[in-house]
């Protein structure tokens, strides 16, 4: 069965930093695109990055950029977002998706082409 579980998220003061991690199971990450968006409270979703291990080719949206960076372990089958700086308006339920037929590239609306989305985790930025 293939399956993505996000975990990694939390509570963290405006400027802190928090990695999330997407596990995947039932298939192996490395040959294919892993995204990661997230849904603020009455917000659409939004495309955060994107990460072709294969490749090793990486996009970010521009409200991430500079702050945010994606990265894989291929022994661990598992994506990761590495988050700093963070600020209020990172708030947001967290997930990760695949795509299993399309290289990394721009992840602004860009949800249709992924599936097998993991459950989310909230990221939550205040003080």
């Known amino acids: 069965q293939l399956q993505l579980v996000e975990s990694g998220g939390g509570l963290v003061q405006p400027g802190g930093s928090l990695r999330l991690s997407c596990a995947a199971s039932?298939?192996?990450?490395?040959?294919?695109?892993i995204g990661w968006f997230r849904q603020a409270p009455g917000k659409e979703r939004e495309g955060v990055s994107c990460?072709?291990?294969?490749?090793?080719?990486?996009n970010y949206a521009v409200a991430v950029w500079g702050r945010f960076t994606i990265s894989g372990d291929n022994a661990k089958n598992t994506v990761y977002l590495q988050m700093n700086s963070l600020k209020p308006e990172d708030t947001a339920v967290y997930y990760c998706?695949?795509?299993?037929?399309?290289?990394?590239?721009?992840?602004?609306?860009?949800?249709?082409?992924?599936?097998?989305w993991g459950q989310g985790t909230q990221v939550t930025v205040s003080s």
């Open positions: 039932g298939f192996t990450l490395a040959y294919y695109t």
């Open positions: 990460i072709s291990l294969l490749g090793g080719s990486t």
């Open positions: 998706a695949v795509d299993f037929k399309g290289p990394c590239g721009p992840v602004e609306r860009a949800e249709w082409k992924y599936n097998n």
